[in-house]
Nanobody, 123 residues
Framework: QVQPLESGGGLVQPGGSMRLSCAAS????TAWFRQAPGKEREFVAA????????YFANSVKGRFGISKDNVKNLVFLQMNSLKPEDTAAYYC????????????????????WGQGTQVTVSS
């Protein structure tokens, strides 16, 4: 499987938590992006499969976590203290090539994209 496949998502109250999963194989780096209506797709977090280095957007740092399961080829996005502004379609993306650190948040670094899963934060 090359194209990532997301699962999870749904409706959650402000301050709540949610975990997204992404099935991704044959990759060096897997990232999560999100896109709210009328806005550009933005970087959320990324993880390297070798070494496990993680990267986060400033807007989610301290609230979101990213982890992986090497056996099941899964990447998880743990979202805590969710805010209404976190509402968006969340996309999993992967690269088979090495992604340099300065390009980790660049959409163009990733060739394989999932279909997205909607996360709505609302009371």
């Amino acid at each position: 499987q090359v194209q990532p496949l997301e699962s999870g998502g749904g409706l959650v109250q402000p301050g709540g938590s949610m975990r997204l999963s992404c099935a991704a194989s044959g990759r060096t780096t897997t990232a999560w992006f999100r896109q709210a209506p009328g806005k550009e797709r933005e970087f959320v977090a990324a993880i390297r499969w070798m070494g496990g280095n993680t990267y986060f957007a400033n807007s989610v740092k301290g609230r979101f976590g990213i982890s992986k399961d090497n056996v099941k080829n899964l990447v998880f996005l743990q979202m805590n203290s969710l805010k209404p502004e976190d509402t968006a379609a969340y996309y999993c993306a992967s690269s088979r090539n090495t992604v340099i650190q300065s390009a980790i948040s660049d959409r163009r670094s990733y060739s394989y994209w999932g279909q997205g899963t909607q996360v709505t934060v609302s009371s």
